[in-house]
């Protein structure tokens, strides 16, 4: 909803992929298993709350911990995927960027900036992103999905992970409170997912070494939808392209 890499994850901005996230853990060597019998009803809107822990204890003996959370909404074909900023941060960035002036404007935090998804008819993807401030949308060519952390997958963006990945995984037990849980093992880490039948995404993404010395844990809730969706703020708003923020 999303390229997670622990070892840069601070200093090349936060992925929101978790598809990515899952599949660094799960590489190609798990066992193909049956998925489970799904009510897929990811037509109607669905509104979450995405929280992203990693805790990673260096050689060095200093732990370091990253946490950040983000909004997702999706909507038949379209998916808006916003970063949670608190309202202190986001006022002392709105203050930087107007001491700054129009030089300032643009150089957009990317990694905050909302991106809009959207799946057109033919299958190919309209990818924006959103910036509230400036009013104005910026289209993202396929050949630049990288540099926004997206990895071009439809069912990454609409599910926040590729179902497709739960059939390498080791289903544990019936269905439980709307819950399919399924685990597999590569080298020392173990990956663990809790899928929610219904609304069909993962309420619970964890991986563990089994040294202790790294942890993944993304944690997925169900949120009241907004009376309209977020995409439509945008009217009105300019059209621009992605090379424009790299002047």
């Known amino acids: 909803m999303i390229n997670m890499k622990q070892a840069s994850m601070k200093q090349a901005g936060v992925k929101q992929a978790i598809g990515q996230f899952v599949l660094l853990a799960l590489g190609v060597c798990a066992s193909s298993t049956a998925l489970a019998a799904t009510a897929t009803d990811s037509g109607r809107p669905l509104a979450l709350r995405v ?6 204890l260096g050689k060095d003996g200093v732990k370091r ?15 808006w995927i916003e970063r949670e900023v608190p309202a202190s941060v986001r006022h002392a960035h709105d203050e930087a960027e107007h001491a700054a002036g129009d030089k300032g404007h643009k150089h957009m935090d990317v990694s905050t ?12 993807l309209n990818v924006r992103l959103v910036s509230d401030q400036m009013r104005k949308t910026f289209e993202v060519r396929q050949g630049d999905y990288g540099n926004i952390g997206f990895d071009g997958s439809w ?5 926040l ?3 497709a990945l739960l059939k390498t995984m080791k289903a544990n037990g019936p269905v439980r409170d709307g819950v399919q849980e399924y685990t597999a ?7 663990t997912v809790q899928w929610d039948v219904a609304g069909q995404y993962p309420r619970l993404v964890q991986s563990l070494n089994t040294s202790g010395t790294q942890k993944k844990i993304t944690r997925v809730t169900s949120v009241a939808t907004p009376a309209s969706a977020p995409w439509s703020r945008t009217r009105g708003y300019a059209q621009g392209d992605y090379s424009d923020l790299l002047d």
């Open 113 to 124: 900036a909302a991106r809009w998804i959207e799946r057109k008819p033919n299958g190919e």
């Open 155 to 159: 069912a990454a963006a609409s599910h």
């Open 65 to 79: 911990d990253v946490s950040f959370g983000e909004r997702v909404y999706r909507n038949g074909d379209s998916v």
């Open 51 to 56: 929280q992203h822990e990693l805790s990673a």
């Open 185 to 191: 093992r590569r080298g020392d880490e173990r990956v």
């Open 161 to 163: 992970l590729d179902p």
